[in-house]
């Protein structure tokens, strides 16, 4: 056998096994009762047909699992970014979508790092680190806050926008340290 055929049967494994991989099933507990007759059976012949390769993820870091067409939750949230001077009010310095309240906004609005901030039912894994940098930023241009958080507001859409439920969720903050 020649290298390029070696190699083309190599690159048609790899695309079979990515196939299978890439295959997007929901989590068993999110997966409705009305599925589960044929989502099941799938799932198993994927975890079947992986499990010679399966050592492959977590030691060469490699599996692409998302969904290309994935329908948003009724779960929606607005972001806001907020100080609290020495008297224990708290004063908005970025919320989403709200043109007097934009500080921050060339940072956080960039394409890149909307997916760090941009929750479904459960904040992104980096959320955590995303909030630690955007409450020290605060921090740090406000010498006047003593605190800073991230929360979400849960929102209702509706045909001409979103209505704010009062709800807020997915809080983290940062007080200043020192006298």
């Known amino acids: 056998m020649k290298w390029p055929e070696a190699r083309a049967g190599l690159i048609a494994v790899a695309i079979f096994f990515g196939l299978v991989d890439g295959c997007p099933l929901p989590r068993p507990e999110k997966t409705p009762a009305w ?3 044929f989502v099941e059976p799938v799932r198993k012949v994927q975890r079947t ?3 010679p390769v399966l050592w492959m993820h977590p030691t060469l870091r490699i599996h692409q699992r998302w969904s290309l067409y994935q329908a948003p939750t009724a779960d929606r949230f607005r972001m806001s970014i907020e100080g609290a001077d020495r008297d224990g009010t708290w004063h908005i310095v970025f919320r989403a979508s709200d043109p007097e309240h934009t500080e921050l906004a060339d940072e956080i609005d960039y394409t890149r790092p909307r997916g760090v901030w941009d929750p ?3 904040p992104p894994e980096q959320y955590r680190l995303f909030a630690n940098w955007a409450t020290l930023q605060v921090l ?4 006047e806050f003593v605190a800073a958080r991230v929360r979400f507001e849960k929102v209702r859409l509706g045909t001409d926008g979103f209505t704010g439920t ?3 969720v997915f ?3 940062h007080v200043r340290e020192g006298p």
């Open 171 to 173: 809080e983290q903050g």
């Open 166 to 168: 009062g709800e807020f």
């Open 49 to 51: 047909v992986l499990t």
């Open 140 to 143: 740090t241009r406000h010498p």
């Open 35 to 37: 599925e589960r007759g």
């Open 120 to 122: 479904t039912s459960t």
